[in-house]
């Protein structure tokens, strides 16, 4: 298994400080400071390019779930739960069922 280092987020740090104070004066909306949220309404292609690069990490995930052809999977299960109040509740039931 992979271990996360917690100092390569370093690099992010000045560019999320930013965004944070953006966000507390009122310069920057809800919508842009959070990347991905209930809420979205992305499309199936700008959704897969903000998640695909996490979902290749193996780092994260122990191997890169695209080249084992379980990323469209992944990414059609959080695209149905992205849909708005009670979309994860509707969509678990739906794939337990």
Known sequence: MYEINP?????????FKKASKSYYNGE?????????????????AELKDKILPLLKNEKIFGLDLEACQLSDKVLENLSAMLQGSGSIRAR?????A
């Open 7 to 15: 100092q390569s987020f370093k690099a992010l740090l000045p560019e």
């Open 28 to 44: 920057l909306e809800r919508k842009n400071y959070k990347g991905i949220s209930y809420d979205s309404k992305l499309s199936p």
């Open 92 to 96: 678990i039931k739906e794939v337990l």
